[in-house]
């Protein structure tokens, strides 16, 4: 591990924090300081052309599984219609999710996500042009 590393960081968080420096291309989308903070907003590749969207969910109908650890195969975004969703990465980055500020998600890092009780929300997966 780096030794500027945060001492959560695993091994392993470091190998994904590494995988997805590589796959963006772009150190300051990852920059993480020695608090575990992320000194930027990630955002997504340039050229990411949207492409499916999951159904819209609430608290009540969120499926399970993204209420623990789980990773997605393509670029996304948190896109929040009402309330909030707090999005956990296993790396260690939190980010809650609003109208007005989603979150996006790396391909192939494991999260999770919170919603909170009032939360409308759906996923918007991309590809890349």
């Known amino acids: 591990m780096s030794p500027h590393s945060p001492a959560w960081l695993s091994v392993s968080d470091e190998r994904l924090i590494n995988r997805r420096r590589r796959s963006t291309g772009d150190a300051i989308a990852i920059a993480i300081d020695q608090d575990g903070a992320m000194d930027e907003a990630p955002e997504l590749p340039a050229g990411a052309v949207p492409a499916r ?77």
Do not use: K
């Not at 209420?67 to 296993?90: K, N, S, Y």
């Open 53 to 129: 969207r999951t159904p819209e969910f609430t608290a009540e109908t969120v499926p399970p599984a993204l209420l623990h650890d789980h990773h997605t195969t393509a670029w996304a975004q948190l896109v929040v219609f009402d309330g909030t969703v707090t999005f956990i990465e296993r790396t260690g980055r939190t980010a809650v999710a609003t109208p007005t500020s989603p979150v996006v998600i790396f391909p192939d890092v494991p999260h999770r996500i919170e919603p909170g009780a009032d939360a409308r929300f759906a996923v918007q997966f991309f590809h890349e042009a």
